[in-house]
Structures are given as structure tokens and as C-alpha cells.
């Protein structure tokens, strides 16, 4: 299948590797000329626009940071676009912007899918995301080769802008089990306690998460290089809180959550990864520095 697919970062490249790697004839584009570049190394094919990424495309993705980019990029992209294409949004943003766009490509007889993933780079490359879709039957059913190829599971969560929904919530638990995870972590160092044994315990126990699977021997060691930046995850606390006005509802310990990783960007962690949160916890504890 002709793809194209927008937006080669942290999470795009991997993914877009991983179609070519299933057949996929993947074209990609994105702003960072190396990614491009990392991308026709893989065997996929580069270009220089956007509208050079999509000519003749029956598929198109983009994934990309926030919610301005996607909408600039599907504005670029409708102008080009084919009737009856298929058009899949991994990025997370926004459910009123997933809708949006889907109601500008229904104009253009577009299909269109928003497809927010979960599992951070290790994810990506190792192609077991989890994915979760809003849109139609039929367009998801039309899909799963692109689900298959970049995921462990996929499901069809409800219509446009159900995916971002979705995401949101699971953005919610992510960052309060890291945030626990972290106060878990301070509380047995500052008893005296063998933090390594005590984690290894938990994790085998009703506490397991893939969070101590995957990522307490790195915080352990205070080791934030990033698979999802602080800043990225503080974009997606704002649509959670969003969400939560829009429906009403509280969520007092999202909210908790939300200035916890505030509080990691305004200490200049925006760049590091999410379990960063430990550092936070700490200088509010007088104990220890900032590690990166």
C-alpha cells in the first residue's frame, strides 16, 4: 500500500520503519531533514513537502506533537488529497480537534481515524503499541494491516475523537503511576531501605505495573534520558483536565498529577523523560539533585 506518512520524530520514525519493514510502501516528510534521511536508510522514501509525501498515497499518517501542527499539516494536506483515501491520525491531541478534522475531511470524502498510541519509544520500535481508535468500523477494519504492523493491540473505542478520549485516561493512569511509583521509591531510600529488593517485591505483587516492569531499575539510578518528555506528557494533562471540565466531573488526583509534572517544567525538566517526576518529588523532600 502507498503511504505517506508525516511526522518522523521520536515515535514517527520507528513506526514508519516498522511499515516499511511490513511492506508498506512508506514515503515520509518531516520538518528534521536527518529523520527523513534515517527513514530512506530503512528503505522507506523520502521527501521534500508534504504534498510530494502524499502524491498518489491510498494511506496517510501523521503523527505528530500537538494540536496546532496537526491541524496545519491536515489543512496542507486536504488541499492535495485524494477522495476515498484513508487517513490515519496517530497523534495525541485534542478530541475536538480529532473531530474537527474529521468533519473537514468528510468534506474532501476523506476517511479519517484517530489513532493516539501508548507504549513510548520502546513501544514503537519494537512495534507493541497499544492503539486506540475512534472513527468507523469500516475504516478500522480497513486499517488493521497499519495496526498490525505497528502495534500489539488495537481497538475501536467509539467515533471521532473517542481515541483522544481514551489516550486521556490512559495519560491519567500513566502519570499517577509514575507519580506513586516515585513516592514509593523516596519513602523506602529515605527509611533505609534496599529500594532495588523492595521494587523488585512489588512489581511481582497486586502493585505490578509495566511502569516497575520497564522502568524502575532507571529510576532507580536516576537515569531520565527521555522515551516521553515531561513536556509531552504536560500537553496531555491539559487535555485530560480539559476533558474532565467539559464532562464535568473532578479529578482530584489528576489535578495533583498535573502540577506535579508543572512542576518538573518550571524546574527545567521539560526535556527529560516522565519518570523525571522522582526528581521533582525529591526536591520537595530536601533530598537529592537533579540527574539526568
Known amino acids: ?159 471521532s475523537g473517542a481515541g483522544q478520549f481514551v489516550k486521556a485516561a490512559n495519560q491519567l493512569v500513566v502519570g499517577g503511576t509514575y507519580a506513586l511509583v516515585a513516592e514509593a521509591i523516596l519513602l523506602m531510600e529515605a527509611s533505609g531501605v534496599d529500594a532495588k529488593a523492595g521494587l523488585d517485591v512489588l512489581a511481582g505483587g497486586l502493585a505490578a505495573s509495566r511502569i516497575l516492569e520497564l522502568k524502575r531499575e532507571s529510576m532507580l539510578a536516576r537515569n531520565f534520558k527521555p522515551g516521553f518528555r515531561i513536556d509531552l506528557h504536560h500537553k496531555d494533562m491539559g487535555i485530560v483536565l480539559d476533558a474532565a471540565r467539559q464532562a464535568e466531573i473532578s479529578l482530584p488526583f489528576g489535578n495533583q498529577v498535573a502540577a506535579y509534572i508543572q512542576a518538573a517544567r518550571a524546574q527545567g525538566m521539560g526535556d527529560l523523560d516522565h519518570s523525571a517526576l522522582l526528581a521533582v518529588l525529591e526536591k520537595q523532600s530536601g533530598r537529592g539533585e537533579n540527574r539526568s
Open 1 to 159: 500500500m502507498r503511504t505517506g506518512f508525516i511526522g518522523l520524530g521520536i515515535m514517527g520514525l520507528p513506526m514508519a520503519t516498522n511499515l516499511v519493514k511490513a511492506g508498506f510502501e512508506v514515503t515520509g516528510f518531516d520538518l528534521n531533514a536527518d529523520s527523513v534521511a534515517k527513514l530512506a536508510q530503512e528503505g522507506g522514501k523520502p521527501a521534500g513537502s508534504i504534498a510530494e509525501a502524499i502524491d498518489g498515497a491510498e494511506l496517510v499518517i501523521t503523527m505528530l506533537p500537538a494540536d496546532p501542527h496537526v491541524e496545519a499539516v491536515t489543512a496542507t494536506i486536504f488541499e492535495t488529497i485524494k477522495p476515498g483515501t484513508l487517513l490515519i491520525d496517530f497523534s495525541t491531541i485534542k478530541p475536538q480537534t480529532s473531530q474537527r478534522v474529521a468533519k473537514a475531511a468528510a468534506e474532501k470524502d476523506v476517511r479519517v481515524l484517530d489513532a493516539p498510541v501508548s507504549g513510548g519509544e520502546a513501544g514503537a520500535i519494537n512495534a507493541v503499541l497499544s492503539i486506540m481508535v475512534g472513527g468507523a468500523q469500516a475504516d478500522f477494519d480497513a486499517a488493521k494491516p497499519v495496526f498490525d504492523a505497528v502495534g500489539k493491540v488495537a481497538a475501536l473505542v467509539g467515533p
